[in-house]
RNA sequence: UGGCCCAUCGUCUAAUGGCAGGACAAGUGAUUUUGGAUCACUCGGUCGGGGUUCGAGUCCCUGUGGGCCAGCCA
């Protein structure tokens, strides 16, 4: 269900490690409005994966903020997930249901030192946050008591000050170069009843607070949010590590998606509501999942496209085309076929009298489902202006005068005549028909295509809305001006259509296809038997409209953008800004001693730690600096960097063992960064190489047989290779690196490769 | 004069340091009583520059580009 990607690769490791024998997620929505497609594509994360692995999945209210929330959104919220299909079983909560255990959990972290209250006025708070470029200053109020702390919080709580006059914060450093890092606001004062808690609080905790502790609390093991809250992970861990135990939940952040011809931000969406630009939330053209549904795009669809978007650690903009194709994709296999007519052009069947009722198929014959309906075919039919043209342009496989074209499920008719009003329009055909080309009884006229008609008398007027993308350009936001300036002026186009009349004995809800038009179902809010309205759920592919406007299209086609960044920077050299003794250092490092490459020195000598390393190693070591200098820089620098850091306790004469073995040619490198992960686990690199046998093979009567062995086994790719495609010989090495478990003398193996595939 | 995150076909996404693959889009053809669907094929990519390595999309440095952080919002 959900594709691989980095997540599922961490709770992977967690569940083989033993780090979590189960895996719990959650959904966080704030009900404050609708939801819509890009809460599909997070909650499809969340729940996708809890299931994939056979774990829980909670739905949360995040509700920690009594303004804009509401039970009217939460409960909306609910109906469309559980639309969308998601499953948290009894797993509903609402973070307003732990304010009780927020509460003293705040007690705790005050008398624990961690948390005190605030007095500062709201500018000046922020002023003493300083800036992203400044740290921040401490509030005076920092240092109160814990007893002081604990009596201005409980008459915060206790509603005696007013909003703004008291605050809880973290205590945690104010010259973080973290911003939220930088005592976060744990609690505020708020005379607002709540929709769940009514007026029992008037404080309410942050986000920040609350979130990852409301993880804790429901025993979260993946917490799973999108990229802007990096930053707040900080918190989360600082809170989590000062209030529970392990096994802990932890934040993962994956890239958002947003989609093309799409926005979703709350307030423009309210905008596009209130401003009339839509008929409201659930307008079959809003990107909410009410006006999905209302539309007529099926959950499934939905689904497929969320697990076709892959996950990733950046933001992406996703192909509408990808939505697109998922709902076709669904439809397809669902809609029974029936005719539609949208832009009605009157046929007169000049040598057909009377009335007959065909049976049509409700299925192409590609699709394993039968049933079928009863078709009336008349003397006056309807067929779709399009499909007529006097002057045919090259390619037309349709209706033109003295052609001929099949009627769908019908007879073969000829164009005798055409009359025109007035005006010159077009208002009548008169076609002569085929008694004999019914079914599979070809009367031997061929024909290159069939259309879709109606019968006159039997047709049913519908009124057909016609919806498209909601924005002519792809990114609205990007664009000058206000995103309302790129309302697609065609995005709802209104239709007096007919339909037939078969639709009136169909179940509710059903979903058509309108033969070579597109998908289509009733619209639930103001379609009746009586007035029928249909929504086009999705057009149908079009290859003929798109070789049509081919050559515009090749106009429009982006010039091809230069990849090559136009200018060069110069990196800045460190070496400026280097002290008298780092110069002097680097001079040594460069002379004939060390014989270091510039870059590399400046390297080491940038990192205090590094150079001291790499002169105690040197010393351990002194046969090959360059070579320990690259270890250091390559390999030994990541790990220092690294969160948890086994790497300190690597000294520099364990790592001078390694260089030398690789140096003398014991090992070689591939067999060298194995054992430097293993030193990182604390034993000494000969220790690991003695015993694992992991000296390097360097004999060519004994790598010969491993190469004859993987040529043997893979003949094609000998073939190939031989063929020209020399890509293959890393394959090769690879193989053959693999058959002697890594240790066999690369160079070695390399010309005893080239010399067997001549 | 900050910190953090990110960069693979047009788009989205794969590739224990070892054959750059898939999907959508586009194109060609087959098939077709839907110019749909299906099938086959084609086109097309590792942001630039250095380094480490037998071998780099993957590791290191750097440049460039993009994103996030200074709500008592979430």
Redesign the pocket.
Do not use: C
């Given at each position: 269900m959900v594709?691989?990607?980095?997540i599922t690769e961490i709770i992977d490791n967690d569940l083989t490690t033993g780090k979590h024998s189960e895996v719990v997620t959650r959904f966080?929505?704030?009900p404050n409005g609708y939801a819509h497609i890009g809460h599909t594509y997070a909650s499809f994360i969340d729940y996708g994966i809890a299931r994939d692995y056979g774990g829980r999945f909670h739905l949360r209210m995040?509700d920690?903020?009594p303004?804009g929330e509401r039970m009217e959104y939460a409960e909306a919220i609910i109906e469309d997930l559980t639309w969308l299909g998601w499953d948290w079983g009894e797993h509903i909560y609402f973070a307003s249901d732990y304010y009780d255990q927020l509460y003293a959990m705040a007690i705790r972290l005050i008398k624990a030192g961690k948390a005190y209250v605030d007095s500062?006025?709201?500018d000046a708070?922020?002023e003493y946050?300083?800036?992203?470029?400044e740290p921040g200053k401490e509030s005076p109020y920092r240092n109160r008591s814990v007893e002081e702390n604990l009596e201005l919080f409980e008459r915060m709580r206790a509603g005696e000050f007013k909003?703004?006059?008291?605050?809880l914060r973290a205590k945690i450093d104010m010259a973080s170069?973290?911003?939220?890092l930088r005592d976060p606001?744990l609690y505020?004062?708020?005379h607002q009843s709540h929709y769940r808690t009514g007026d029992k609080w008037c404080i309410?905790?942050?986000?920040?607070y609350?979130?990852p502790l409301s993880d804790a609390i429901e025993g979260i093991t993946h917490s799973l949010c999108s990229?802007?809250?990096?930053?707040?992970r900080a918190i989360y861990d600082w809170l989590v590590d000062n209030l529970f135990e392990e096994p802990r939940p932890r934040q993962y952040?994956f890239?958002r998606?947003s989609l093309e011809y799409t926005i979703v931000s709350k307030r423009k969406l309210i905008q596009l509501v209130n401003g009339g630009h839509v008929s409201g939330w659930d307008d079959p053209r809003m990107p909410t999942l009410a006006g999905l549904r209302r539309r007529g795009v099926t959950p499934e669809s939905i689904r497929d496209f969320a697990s076709?978007?892959?996950?990733?650690?950046?933001?992406?903009?996703?192909?509408i085309?990808?939505l697109?194709?998922a709902i076709?994709?669904d439809l397809?296999h669902k809609a029974p076929?029936i005719m539609g007519v949208l832009e009605p052009l009157k046929v007169v069947i000049s040598n057909y009298e009377g009335e007959d009722w065909l049976e049509a198929d409700y299925?192409?014959?590609?699709?394993a489902k039968s049933g079928s309906r009863k078709l009336p075919f008349s003397k006056t039919l309807y067929i779709e202006q399009e499909d007529f043209a006097e002057r045919p342009p090259k390619?037309?496989?349709?209706l033109s005068p003295g052609e001929h074209v099949?009627?769908?499920?019908?007879y073969v008719i000829r164009c005798d005549e055409v009359i025109k009003d007035e005006s010159g329009k077009i208002s009548e055909l008169r076609c002569s028909y085929f008694p004999d080309?019914?079914?599979?009884n070809?009367s031997g006229i061929k024909?290159k295509?069939?259309?879709?008609w109606l019968s006159a008398e039997h047709a049913l007027k519908a009124e057909i809305r016609l919806y498209d993308r909601l924005f002519s350009v792809p990114n609205p936001d990007d664009e000058e001006g206000t995103f309302l300036d790129y309302l697609n002026p065609e995005s709802l186009i209104v239709k007096e259509g007919l339909v037939e009349p078969s639709v009136l004995s169909d179940a509710e809800g059903s979903r058509y296809?309108f033969?070579?038009?597109g998908y289509f179902w009733q619209d639930p809010k103001d379609s009746s038997p009586e007035a029928l309205v249909f929504n086009r759920i999705i057009s149908?592919?079009?290859?003929?409209?798109?070789?049509q406007v081919?050559p515009k299209?090749d106009k429009e086609a982006k010039p091809a953008q230069p990849?090559?960044?136009?200018?060069?920077?110069?990196?800045?050299d460190p070496v400026l800004s280097f002290s008298n003794e780092q110069k002097a250092k680097l001079e040594k490092l460069e002379s004939k001693v060390f014989g270091l490459?510039h870059?590399?020195a400046v390297?080491l000598i940038a990192d205090d730690k590094l150079v001291n390393y790499f002169e105690d190693a040197v010393l351990a070591y002194p046969n090959n600096p360059q070579?320990t200098a690259?270890w250091i820089?390559?390999?030994l620098?990541?790990e220092l960097a690294a969160d948890e850091a086994p790497a300190q306790k690597l000294k520099a004469k364990d790592l001078a063992e390694l260089i030398e073995l690789i140096n003398q040619e014991t090992i070689?490198?591939?067999i060298a960064?194995e054992v430097f992960a293993e030193m990182l686990e604390g034993k000494t690199a000969r220790a690991i190489v003695a015993e694992r046998g992991l000296e390097q093979v360097t004999d060519s009567s004994e790598i010969e047989p491993l190469i004859d062995k993987v040529l043997a086994a893979n003949p094609d790719?000998v073939e190939?290779y031989k063929g020209g495609?020399t890509?293959?010989?890393?394959?090769f090495?690879?193989?053959v690196?693999?058959e002697s478990g890594?240790k066999a003398n690369?160079?070695l193996?390399?010309e005893l490769i080239e010399k067997k595939l001549q």
């Open positions: 594709s691989p990607n980095f966080p929505p704030e995040d920690t903020n303004e500062l006025p709201e708070i922020s946050r300083g800036t992203v470029t909003e703004g006059e008291h605050i170069p973290n911003m939220k606001i505020r004062i708020l309410y905790p942050m986000y920040d609350a979130h990229l802007e809250f990096v930053e707040n952040e890239g998606r076709r978007v892959g996950t990733s650690r950046t933001n992406r903009t996703v192909d085309a990808l697109e194709y076709r994709d397809n076929r299925w192409p014959s590609d699709i390619g037309f496989k349709r099949r009627l769908r499920h019908a080309s019914l079914g599979e070809v024909v295509g069939a259309i879709h296809q033969e070579r038009q149908l592919k079009d290859s003929w409209a798109t070789k081919k299209a990849k090559v960044a136009a200018s060069i920077g110069e990196p800045l490459s870059d590399d390297m070579l690259n820089i390559n390999e620098r990541r070689n490198n591939r960064k790719k190939a495609k890509g293959l010989s890393g394959f090495m690879g193989q690196m693999r890594g690369p160079q193996v390399k």
